[in-house]
């Protein structure tokens, strides 16, 4: 991984360090060509040079028209997850059959002694 | 004989039951059908004959042997590549998961084929359901059979285009924040999204997993009544399945049909559902369709639901957001595509030189915009901003509600537009103006062609509130008996 800030619960920061304050509009104007690189990192996206001039662009247009939320006077409003609201559903505990390995190997990439083989892990030679 | 491929489900579903035909030739005339059109229209990703015909086989088997046939037993249709079946390819439109043959299948293609419906195949889609043209599959565009040159709608495009085009009566689509109605509408079928969590997202590729439901295609409002009641109903399986009871769908498209009479019906007309970026030949049909409704009876009111105006902007923070983190499972170990791997390059290198190479430029646009969303500093501001937006949609339409019974407005600001003519990402998502508020509040709401704007077809929605699916099919139906079906155009076989 490049070097990603990452706050303490996990989320990662992207373009300006300082937190956007909530529930503010941020404006237009401010995905950069660095930045749209940076997002293509974290989504695992090797994007083309022309790539990210074009998403670049798209990227700013639309992220402009979404932050109209930010118009919307909604200090005290609940979030909305799902629209039926529902928690812990619970289901029995019953043992019931996998799939069979092979069926479910046969659709990998690459398969290794009825394991999927993946590329190194580490970055270096051990 | 008479052409089997013009029938209705319901009819064919009649006479197969009655023995008058045999399902294998219900199948069989479809099969042609497909074989006939379907290189100008490429609805279909994956024709099933084989499959298809076994089905088939299997339902006149079991009527010889005297076991009593379900209401659609032998009909055929035509299923959504999102949707997994066992042993079929399955794409969701997507590069990445060319060649992919699903080791099992997802709840609604159990109950299809435990209803003895017969799959044909699979159909095209913009990939993993981004979309509204059906432009952004990885093998190329469905073509309209209202006007080859123009889009089928989307995401559902495939489906829609096969039921247009007398290649199926019946279709699967999902529709997330349109992707059955908008198409519906601008193929001149009927479509229905469902109550979240009527019917099972099991075995549903997830692009937005608070919005995906799949839902019914059809000719007629009855036919859809119908595979609605199949596919819907609780899974232990999907862990937002809703456990009440299927709305009476059939019964109420019945006896909607047969009333002709919508007297005592609240119709609210929403405001915000109109006007600037409506195209004029859309909104006089869209006119003309509640003036219908006000002669069957319907007493029709204006509502108001001002936050309405904010869906566009909280549905692309909130898809994009869920679509980042339900795309993460592409990542080239255990199903679909893998590039780049030469022994030098890391896993992390062989994930995004794939996921780069097996994604197109919607969905790449779409996990960058939520995974910018989604960013510590920003996830106030956008998506749990979009949330809170999410409620107020759905007070406005529990507002509304109050005063009446279901709300109207057309399915789509535009009638079908020309393959290629819109490139730019914004103005395609506006072709969804209409369709988002009841993806983002889980209500229902069905498509119900409403005549024709410069010889192109436009759809009526309708609302209903949460488990109220019933209504949507009842009002629907009292419409289509006084409007009537909208009548295909030829294509050339």
């Known amino acids: ?126 | 004989m008479t052409d089997l491929t013009r029938m209705s489900a319901a009819e064919i579903a009649a006479l197969v039951a009655g023995g008058e035909v045999a399902a294998v030739e219900v199948a069989q005339a479809h099969l042609d059908r497909i074989t006939a059109v379907d290189s100008e229209l490429h609805a279909f990703l994956h024709v099933d004959t084989s499959g298809a015909l076994e089905a088939a086989k299997a339902v006149d088997a079991a009527r010889a042997a005297g076991s009593v046939l379900g209401p659609l037993a032998g009909v055929p249709l035509a299923m959504k590549d999102v949707v997994v079946t066992k042993d079929v390819p399955t794409t969701a439109g997507s590069r990445i998961l060319d060649g992919w043959r699903p080791p099992y299948d997802a709840t609604i293609t159990e109950r299809i084929k435990n209803a003895g419906i017969v799959m044909l195949g699979k159909t095209n889609m913009d990939e993993f359901a981004m979309g509204s043209s059906t432009e952004n599959s990885a093998f190329g565009p469905t073509h309209n059979p209202w006007d080859l040159a123009r889009i089928p709608g989307g995401s559902s495009g495939g489906s829609s285009a096969a039921v247009a085009a007398h290649e199926a009566p019946l279709a699967i689509g999902t529709d997330t924040g349109g992707s059955i109605r908008q198409p519906a509408a601008v193929t001149g079928i009927v479509g229905h999204k469902p109550t979240y969590g009527a019917v099972s997202r099991f075995g549903l590729i997830a692009f937005s997993s608070s919005l995906d439901q799949a839902g019914p295609f059809g000719r007629t409002v009855l036919d859809t009544a119908l595979l609605h009641e199949v596919i819907a109903g609780h899974d232990p399986r999907d862990s937002t399945s809703i456990t009440a009871p299927v709305p009476p769908v059939v019964a109420a498209a019945r006896e909607g049909a047969a009333a002709a009479s919508l007297a005592g019906v609240r119709v609210g007309v929403v405001r915000e559902l109109g006007g600037e970026g409506y195209q004029a030949g859309v909104l006089t049909a869209f006119e003309a369709a509640v003036a219908t409704l006000r002669e069957l009876g319907a007493e029709v009111v204006e509502v108001s639901c001002p936050s309405f105006d904010y869906a566009l902007a909280a549905y692309y923070l909130i898809a994009p957001s869920e679509c980042s983190s339900n795309l993460a499972r592409f990542d080239a170990v255990r199903y679909g595509l893998r590039v780049g791997d030469d022994g030098a390059n890391s896993l992390e290198e062989v994930m995004s030189l794939t996921r780069e190479a097996g994604f197109g430029a919607e969905v790449k646009r779409r996990v960058m915009i939520g995974t910018y969303a989604l960013s510590s500093g920003y996830y106030d501001a956008y998506y749990g901003q979009a949330q809170k937006v999410r409620t107020l949609i759905a007070r406005d339409f529990a507002a509304a509600f109050e005063r009446a019974d279901v709300l109207v407005s057309p399915s789509t600001p535009v009638v079908a537009f020309g393959i290629g003519e819109v490139v730019d990402p914004l103005t395609m998502y506006r072709n969804d103006l209409c369709t988002l508020p009841a993806s983002l509040a889980g209500t229902p709401a069905i498509s119900v062609p409403c005549g024709l704007s410069e010889g192109l077809p436009v759809g009526l929605q309708i609302m209903a509130p949460a488990l109220a699916d019933d209504r949507c099919y009842r009002v629907a139906a009292a419409y289509e008996a006084a409007a009537g079906t909208l009548s295909i155009p030829e294509l050339s076989a």
């Not at chain 1, 695992?44 to 990210?52: F, G, K, S």
Request: no cysteine; glycine share 6%.
């Open chain 1, 1 to 126: 991984m490049p070097d990603v800030p990452a706050t303490s619960d996990g989320h990662v920061t992207v373009g300006s360090t300082d937190s956007a304050p909530a529930a503010a509009a941020p404006t237009a104007g401010r995905i950069s060509r660095a930045e749209v690189a940076h997002l293509a990192r974290l989504a695992r996206l090797a994007v083309t040079d022309e790539e990210l001039d074009v998403f670049a662009g798209q990227l700013d247009v639309i992220l402009g028209a979404v932050a109209r939320v930010g118009e919307v006077a909604a200090a005290d409003i609940p979030p909305t997850s799902h629209a039926v609201p529902m928690t812990n559903v619970f289901r029995p505990d019953e043992v019931q059959p996998s799939l069979p390995r092979d069926a479910v190997l046969a659709g990998a990439p690459d398969v290794e002694d009825h394991k999927f083989r993946v590329p190194r892990i580490l970055a270096e030679e051990v």
